[in-house]
């Protein structure tokens, strides 16, 4: 539970300094998560559509340790400059997405990479590496050009990717919900006849595949084997797979208005915390644990806990910094100086 809860207080950071969440009885706790967690000096970016995946590195691309220093001001300059990827879409009631395309976000400009790039994919190891999954297949993201170039033989029709840590294996939805593996630098794909139906994808960080299916079940592939879920509701209306910042064999797994972690395991556990349908963000991007980001209307809203900490909210945050000072030197993609860095923030 130590794990979920830091979980769950790194997701309501910017909602604590809001004020936004509300208890609903002292006797269970339950805390109820609501749109008031959207201020609009929290605003990073203006989409001109629905926002529908976010995606943040946090590979080399963004947190290459050899450029993160023990100044204080560097520190703020390079979280204030981490590289995002998102996606644009129009969609309709029935939840079907119209492309509008893949935009990198980058130097406080965003550009349009690929006019129809439904998703992307990073892995948390050493590499620089971003990819792309598209209409027509695979793409890889040239910092240098700042662009996308074509990767491999793929041609399918792709809604989902996923990239594993330390191999070249990727894993892609296509529009027939069928999971693909690819390997051999983007040259062979083989289909993974065991997992049908597959509505979205999510790796954790030990390289277990998560998924759903139409009926909304959640399941876990690991050693060659497919195991449902257990624990979670029967029959929810809304379910959305969450890549969060500090789990390593588990993933954030959304039903109707309530958060659960789902382990490699097949179990679950469910939060003390909900969210009001009104308030569930069109995308998520929590990977980066100290700055993250939530889509909301057509808005991308960027939460830095560096800046929130200097503020009001330090007092109340601090102890908790301390007792789980362990857990984020080790699970977030900061380094262990990066970690105490923020902590002495206030103090200097």
Do not use: C, W
């Not at 929590?286 to 800046?307: D, G, P, R, S, W």
């Amino acid at each position: 539970m130590k794990h979920l809860k830091l979980f769950i207080v790194l997701l309501l950071v910017g909602a604590i300094n809001a004020g936004p969440v509300s208890k609903e009885n002292d006797e269970d706790e339950i805390i109820t998560f609501t749109k008031e967690f959207y201020l609009t000096n929290f605003i990073m970016y203006n989409a001109k559509h629905d926002v529908v995946n976010i995606i943040v590195p946090t590979n080399s691309l963004n947190f290459d340790e050899s450029k993160m220093t023990e100044d204080e001001e560097n520190m703020e300059q390079f979280f204030k400059n981490l590289i995002l990827f998102f996606v644009e879409a129009d969609v309709d009631a029935a939840g079907n997405r119209m492309d509008k395309g893949l935009y990198v976000y980058k130097n406080g400009k965003a550009t349009k990479l690929l006019e129809n790039g439904r998703d992307a994919a990073a892995s948390s190891d050493d590499s620089t590496d971003v990819f792309f999954g598209a209409k027509d297949g695979i793409y890889i993201y040239d910092n240098k050009t700042n662009t996308a170039v074509k990767y491999g033989s793929v041609t399918d029709d792709i809604i989902a990717i996923a990239k594993e840590n330390g191999t070249d294996v990727i894993y892609y939805l296509n529009k027939d919900h069928e999971l693909y593996k690819v390997t051999d630098n983007g040259q062979k794909n083989v289909k993974i006849e065991d997992v049908v139906g597959a509505q979205e994808i999510v790796l954790d960080t030990a390289n277990n595949l998560y998924f759903y299916t139409e009926d909304k079940q959640a399941y876990v592939v690991n050693d060659n084997s497919v195991k449902k879920i257990t624990g979670l509701p029967e029959n929810p209306k809304y379910v959305k797979l969450i890549k969060p910042p500090v789990l390593e064999d588990g993933v954030v797994f959304l039903s109707d208005n309530a958060f659960y972690v789902i382990y490699s395991n097949g179990t679950s556990e469910l939060s003390d915390f909900r969210i009001a349908s009104k308030a569930k963000p069109s995308a998520y991007g929590m990977e980066a644990t100290f700055v993250q980001f939530y889509a909301f209307h057509k808005k991308i809203y960027k939460y830095n806990l560096l800046e929130i900490l200097s503020g009001d909210i330090f007092e109340n945050l601090n102890k908790f910094l301390e007792e789980n000072e362990e857990i984020i030197r080790n699970e977030s993609p900061v380094s262990i100086s990066s970690t105490r860095k923020i902590k002495k923030h206030k103090q200097i």
